[in-house]
């Protein structure tokens, strides 16, 4: 079993920066797909950037240009690096990993089993 754990949330002004971490507890293997999610009050949640195991990255259209996902594969923490935020970035941030498909290409926050418990980001204009 995986565990995951979020941090680096916090509250900043629009423009502003903020990189999240998700350290991975337990073996995630040769073989994923890791994502960001969000979801803010009375919204669905929503994807925001996946990386496979094939080096795959795709991000929602939403962040393109300011958000920056990578993996620091020894240490077994996924990053999100956050830039240019937006009011419209507020949310819960939670990261989840699907650990039997490698390329990140059609999958949902359904076929993701292992979450973390998440991390605030808000910002304000």
């Known amino acids: 079993q995986v565990q995951l754990a979020e941090s680096g949330g916090g509250s900043v002004q629009a423009r502003g920066s903020l990189r999240l971490s998700c350290a991975a507890a337990?073996?995630?293997?040769?073989?994923?797909?890791m994502g960001w999610f969000r979801q803010a009050p009375g919204k669905e949640r929503e994807e925001v950037a996946f990386?496979?195991?094939?080096?795959?990255?795709r991000y929602a259209d939403s962040v393109k240009g300011r958000f920056t996902i990578s993996r620091d594969n020894a240490k077994n923490i996924l990053y999100l690096q956050m830039n240019t935020l937006k009011p419209e970035d507020t949310a819960m941030y939670y990261c989840?990993?699907?650990?039997?498909?490698?390329?990140?290409?059609?999958?949902?926050?359904?076929?993701?089993?292992?979450w973390g418990q998440g991390t605030q980001v808000t910002v304000s204009s």
């Open positions: 337990g073996r995630i293997g040769s073989t994923y797909c």
């Open positions: 990386i496979g195991s094939d080096g795959v990255i």
């Open positions: 989840a990993v699907n650990r039997f498909r490698t390329s990140c290409s059609n999958l949902s926050v359904l076929d993701f089993l292992n």
